[in-house]
């Protein structure tokens, strides 16, 4: 399968603070991104999709001024998470796509972000 | 409001019994996926099914789409410990994007 690799794989962070995560997917070019969330022992969230060089969709709820996300290039995606605050800890994981709805979306390890 | 629904949230078994794990949904999908996560790590893709009726097999693992395309189930024969871990499905419809939504997932701990 595709290589997708995050980082970093964990960051504790102190409150206020602002954390970027890079999604890089190493062997194929990410046409689109999507950004989820999971909470422990829950699903995974959909937060955001974005499209090369274009701004991110955000799904309802998802503070887009909060989460920043960025993907400048085809092997590239950055979530930023702004002033960070403890009920921001969760594990975020990105999926990249290569291109159109019939091609697999990979999927990276995972950020575990922790906000003291 | 949940697209999909899995059922049960949870599974404790022992290694060698059998088990099927539910993903029902009242709306139609393109196609639909099952993951595996283990904790710590992203979702692993074990299978996709598009065709209403499909059946695929993986080893021990058989996974049905509903005629539908509404629900879809997936069997495992003979758990072993190793099979341990969380279950998502995950469904692509024809909007923007074609994004995949997950369900809840199903929670299965295989015991030795």
């Known amino acids: 399968g595709a290589v997708v690799s995050q980082h970093p794989s964990r960051v504790i962070c102190k409150s206020g603070t602002s954390v970027k995560i890079e999604c890089r997917s190493l062997d194929f070019q990410a046409t689109t991104m999507f950004w989820y969330r999971q909470f422990p022992k829950q699903s995974l969230m959909l937060m955001a999709t974005?499209?090369?060089?274009?701004?991110?969709?955000?799904e309802q709820g998802v503070e887009k001024d909060k989460f920043l996300i960025n993907h400048a290039s085809l092997t590239l995606s950055t979530l930023t998470v702004t002033s960070a605050h403890p009920e921001d800890s969760s594990f975020y994981i990105c999926?990249?796509?290569?291109?159109?709805?019939?091609?697999?979306?990979?999927f990276g390890p995972g950020t575990r972000l922790t906000v003291l | 409001t949940q697209l999909l629904e899995q059922s049960p949230q949870f599974l404790s078994i022992q290694e060698g019994e059998n088990l099927t794990v539910y993903c029902n949904s009242s709306?139609?999908?393109?196609?639909l996926q099952w993951y595996r996560q283990e904790p710590g790590e992203g979702p692993v893709l074990l299978v996709t099914?598009?065709?209403?009726?499909e059946v695929k097999k993986l080893k021990r693992l058989t996974f049905q789409f509903g005629d539908a395309r509404k629900d879809s189930s997936l069997h495992i024969t003979a758990a072993q410990p190793g099979d341990t871990g969380l279950y998502l499905c995950a469904g692509s419809k024809k909007t923007s994007y074609d994004k995949v939504i997950f369900g809840p997932g199903t929670s299965l701990s295989v015991i030795p």
């Open positions: 999926s990249p796509r290569e291109g159109g709805s019939t091609d697999t979306q990979y």
């Open positions: 709306s139609v999908f393109s196609s």
């Open positions: 974005s499209n090369e060089g274009s701004k991110a969709t955000y």
């Open positions: 099914v598009v065709t209403g009726g």
